[in-house]
């Protein structure tokens, strides 16, 4: 195996070197460090695969194709996403998993079920494409507290909630095409709701380059004119330009630390939309607020993209903040019924799901799409249609 040994470490050479003469330093790091990792993982683990080597070494050229392609990123066709991104991806993610197994071989045993990795992350890649579609109800209203804690959904007694879909993290690329967002959109249009907000992420580096390719992916929400909303995300700073035209050419009115009153049939609603920041976010969200005072008796709904800054909202901000960012944790244990996630696991940002401070409440979508890791894993797509309601005093 020493020829698979040097053509793998041959070619993170190159896709380095490419990465070096095409892109800025940060995705020389990123790809260096990603595809470095997985190389020490993959080469010990070669031998052991048995008749499944030329498959294995097909998804490792795959990976590097995937990578030096990376250099000029740009949507690629079905095929090529079908034959080398999503394999490579499943690969990555998979082979990431089996570092256990490459220590172990590396010390001289002969680990069992090597399999198990790779199943593992093929049932995540299918777990990837398959949302769910839910309707969720939220109550608005007086309560007490100010540790920000998970709540239980449940319905109130209003005959006239107010119907929100979201759509957040949508992130064009190998796993979102612009037809897939599309259909979302189109089942959005569908659910007939008084509001459609979007919470930012909307692009990838492969979908960066088409100023027009946002734009026919979100088409479909141009028939509800006047109640589609948008926030930035942190990817969106990447190509804000783009962002902003293909938002405009839906029909969404993007909200950049400004708001916006509409009529509904369940009455009066404002929605207060906030930029992305890194940095003094505290003093961002507090002066943002502060020019924007809410109206007496109605509805405000409030598009954080980030879940980690709704700590920082001053108390009495809105009704409802909806954001993204944490694609629901990503990693998790939901098909077992568990809220667990690598989200709630290593950090004290809300991953997912109905949250409370208070009289404040969060609402984080699991997401449309996803980015970073190169798959979900126990932590589905969302699509729901929000019913909220007011209690007698809210």
């Given at each position: 195996m020493s020829w698979f040994f040097s053509a793998s470490w041959g070619a993170w050479a190159l896709v380095v070197a490419l990465a070096a003469i095409l892109r800025g330093r940060p995705f020389v790091i990123f790809v260096a460090v990603l595809l470095g990792v997985e190389t020490l993982v993959a080469v010990p683990l070669a031998p052991i695969t048995g008749r499944l080597f030329p498959v294995y070494a097909y998804l490792q050229v795959a990976l590097c194709v995937h990578f030096a392609m990376l250099t000029v990123p740009r949507m690629r066709s079905f095929v090529y996403r079908a034959l080398v991104s999503l394999p490579a991806s499943w690969f990555l993610a998979a082979t990431l998993l089996a570092f256990p197994w490459a220590i172990a071989h590396a010390f001289g045993f002969h680990p069992w079920g090597l399999a198990l990795p790779y199943a593992i992350a093929f049932a995540g890649l299918v777990d990837s494409f398959v949302s769910r579609r839910t309707h969720v109800d939220i109550v608005i209203g007086p309560a007490s507290g100010t540790t920000l804690v998970r709540v239980a959904r449940r319905a109130g007694g209003d005959a006239r909630p107010l119907r929100i879909v979201q759509i957040t993290d949508p992130h064009l690329g190998p796993f979102m095409s612009a037809a897939r967002l599309a259909r979302f959109c189109e089942r959005a249009v569908a659910e007939r709701p008084d509001l459609v907000v979007l919470t930012g992420d909307f692009l990838t580096m492969e979908s960066q380059h088409d100023e027009t390719l946002l734009g026919r992916a979100l088409m479909p929400l141009a028939a509800l004119e006047g109640r589609c909303f948008a926030c930035l995300g942190n990817h969106d700073l990447e190509a804000p330009a783009h962002v902003r035209a293909g938002l405009a050419a839906a029909g969404v009115k993007l909200l950049v630390d400004e708001s916006a009153r509409v009529d509904t049939e369940a009455g009066p609603v404002e929605i207060l939309g906030f930029d992305f920041r890194f940095r003094d976010r505290k003093a961002h969200l507090d002066e943002v607020t502060a020019l924007h005072p809410r109206e007496a008796g109605v509805i405000r709904i409030a598009l954080l993209h980030d879940p980690g800054a709704f700590r920082h909202l001053p108390p009495g901000t809105a009704d409802l903040v909806l954001s993204g960012h944490t694609h629901g944790g990503q990693?998790?244990?939901?098909?077992?019924?568990?809220?667990?996630?690598?989200?709630?696991?290593?950090?004290?940002?809300?991953?997912?799901?109905?949250?409370?401070?208070?009289?404040?409440?969060?609402?984080?979508?699991?997401?449309?799409?996803?980015?970073?890791f190169p798959l979900r894993l126990g932590v589905p797509p969302e699509e729901s249609v929000l019913h909220l309601h007011r209690t007698a005093a809210g």
């Open positions: 990693l998790g244990l939901l098909w077992l019924g568990l809220p667990h996630t690598i989200v709630s696991a290593l950090s004290r940002v809300p991953d997912h799901g109905l949250w409370r401070r208070g009289s404040d409440l969060l609402y984080v979508h699991r997401g449309t799409g996803h980015y970073g």
